[in-house]
């Protein structure tokens, strides 16, 4: 019986998404839970995981933009789960006294060549090994086959890097750029000059691909947030001394205790709980014709991932403390980058903070997150000549940037807070004070 793999809801925004990999070969057997696909969406990268085992037939390729509820494969639970993947105890009872010898080397699953090279010894089934040679196609993506197609390379004579040394379609298409420019041996008329229609897309001026669902969602909100919101950024600069001498006079014995760094972030962070506190008028947003202010202080914090900027939020910062917020932001980290972060932990905050610093940014005028009306932004930290008790001295001194809606905070609002953001950096006793 075929088992229908379906995309399943990932929230009320998310209607559709792009199957970015698929984590299994086609016509492979794949166990229950087993990840077998990549989903792509706006906000976040969802792996699917198998809800049957069975052999699995892809209804959609690598690269297709898929609807919520949609069936993009079939799983077979009926068919035989092949020697290759059967665990000892399995193999034992199905076939005792030829698949005794090999248990350990059979626990996981294996390529269909691979499973040739191991079983061919065994004299009497050599006809047996001959014959799933032909079905090692399947094992390659469409895009490789595709690729193969066009190129008219013999996959036998490639390495592949992909997961389990699987081909992919750069394996092949970096043979072919290393391939002399004379015809392959063996393609049809046809492949050659098909072969000199894609040289051009690598090799010219530019290339063209499509953007992916998170970067069109992060383009969306950034043109809502100029359209929609009156943003404007106010300046200050800090003076990080106490900061830095505080961190090197306590960071063994923190780490020792709490097995993460005290880092500059979860200063700022206790800052602009600091700074919301003393102008709640800055811990606003708009809804409508209703100007709704917020009771609580969940704090967004800025992670970059190669797909992207997402926006976890740290909860109730004002109950936590530097090493639960260190903690913090370390697992969302974390999780942003393998992208296992969900849409839970990066809802409802009510402000974010963005540090440039760490790219080198020196100064930037950072864009809100709506509905949010206020951002802060920080920037590297450099030596830099300042003038203390009249005299010039080098202090490492660090840009801050707010930006912030002037529909609904006034300048003075602004300036404040980020005047009470400065104080409790220069001064961090402020922070256990209340100051």
Same mark, same amino acid.
């Given at each position: 019986m075929s088992i229908e793999v379906k995309i399943p809801a990932l929230g009320e925004s998310i209607s559709s998404g792009v199957l970015s990999s698929w984590k299994v070969a086609e016509g492979s057997y794949v166990e229950i839970d087993q990840p077998i696909y990549e989903l792509e969406t706006d906000k976040i990268t969802q792996e699917g995981l198998a809800e049957v085992a069975g052999v699995i037939s892809f209804l959609s390729k690598e690269g297709d933009e898929v609807e919520i509820g949609a069936t993009i494969a079939q799983i077979d639970d009926s068919a035989d789960k092949p020697e290759a993947n059967a665990t000892p105890a399995e193999k034992e009872e199905g076939n005792p006294a030829p698949e005794a010898e090999e248990p350990p080397e059979q626990e996981k699953p294996v390529e269909t060549e691979v499973s040739q090279e191991k079983e061919a010894p065994a004299p009497a089934p050599a006809p047996q090994d001959e014959e799933p040679e032909p079905a090692s196609a399947p094992t390659h993506s469409p895009a490789v086959r595709k690729a193969l197609a066009e190129t008219g390379i013999d996959p036998s004579t490639l390495s592949g890097t992909g997961k389990d040394g699987r081909l992919t379609k750069a394996d092949v298409l970096n043979a072919a750029k290393e391939q002399p420019?004379?015809?392959?041996?063996?393609?049809?008329?046809?492949?050659?000059?098909?072969?000199?229609?894609?040289?051009?897309?690598?090799?010219?001026?530019?290339?063209?691909?499509?953007?992916?669902? =998170?970067?069109?969602? +992060?383009? #969306?909100?950034?043109?809502? @947030?100029?359209?929609? %919101?009156?943003? *404007?950024?106010?300046?200050?600069?800090?003076?990080?001394?106490?900061?830095?001498?505080?961190?090197?006079?306590?960071?063994?014995?923190?780490?020792?205790?709490?097995?993460?760094?005290?880092?500059?972030?979860?200063?700022?962070?206790?800052?602009?709980?600091?700074?919301?506190?003393?102008?709640?008028?800055?811990?606003?947003?708009?809804?409508?014709?209703?100007?709704?202010?917020?009771?609580?202080?969940?704090?967004?914090?800025?992670?970059?991932?190669?797909?992207?900027?997402?926006?976890?939020?740290?909860?109730?910062?004002?109950?936590?403390?530097?090493?639960? =917020?260190?903690?913090? +932001?370390? #697992?969302?980290?974390?999780? @942003?980058?393998?992208? %296992?972060?969900? *849409?839970?932990?990066?809802?409802?905050?009510?402000?974010?903070?963005?540090?440039?610093?760490?790219?080198?940014?020196?100064?930037?005028?950072?864009?809100?997150?709506?509905?949010?009306?206020?951002?802060?932004?920080?920037?590297?930290?450099?030596?830099?000549?300042?003038?203390?008790?009249?005299?010039?001295?080098?202090?490492?001194?660090?840009?801050?940037?707010?930006?912030?809606?002037?529909?609904?905070?006034?300048?003075?609002?602004?300036?404040?807070?980020?005047?009470?953001?400065?104080?409790?950096?220069?001064?961090?006793?402020?922070?256990?004070?209340?100051?």
């Open positions: 420019s004379s015809p392959t041996p063996k393609p049809t008329p046809a492949p050659a000059p098909a072969s000199a229609g894609p040289a051009p897309k690598g090799e010219g001026r530019s290339t063209r691909r499509a953007l992916s669902p =998170i970067r069109r969602k +992060i383009a #969306a909100r950034l043109v809502e @947030a100029q359209q929609t %919101a009156a943003i *404007l950024s106010t300046f200050n600069e800090v003076d990080l001394s106490a900061v830095m001498e505080l961190r090197k006079r306590h960071q063994d014995s923190f780490v020792k205790q709490n097995g993460v760094k005290l880092g500059f972030m979860s200063f700022f962070v206790k800052a602009v709980v600091h700074g919301l506190q003393a102008v709640p008028g800055l811990n606003v947003r708009i809804e409508g014709n209703d100007l709704v202010e917020n009771h609580y202080f969940d704090i967004g914090v800025a992670v970059g991932t190669e797909k992207g900027l997402v926006v976890p939020v740290l909860r109730d910062c004002e109950k936590l403390s530097f090493a639960e =917020i260190e903690q913090g +932001i370390v #697992a969302y980290a974390e999780k @942003a980058r393998s992208g %296992a972060i969900t *849409l839970e932990d990066m809802q409802g905050g009510c402000f974010t903070i963005t540090n440039g610093g760490i790219y080198g940014s020196m100064l930037s005028t950072p864009i809100i997150n709506p509905p949010q009306s206020g951002i802060l932004g920080m920037h590297a930290i450099q030596e830099r000549a300042v003038v203390i008790n009249e005299e010039v001295v080098a202090r490492p001194m660090m840009y801050i940037a707010l930006s912030y809606d002037h529909r609904v905070v006034d300048g003075k609002q602004a300036v404040t807070f980020l005047v009470k953001i400065k104080e409790a950096i220069e001064e961090p006793a402020r922070l256990a004070l209340g100051i």
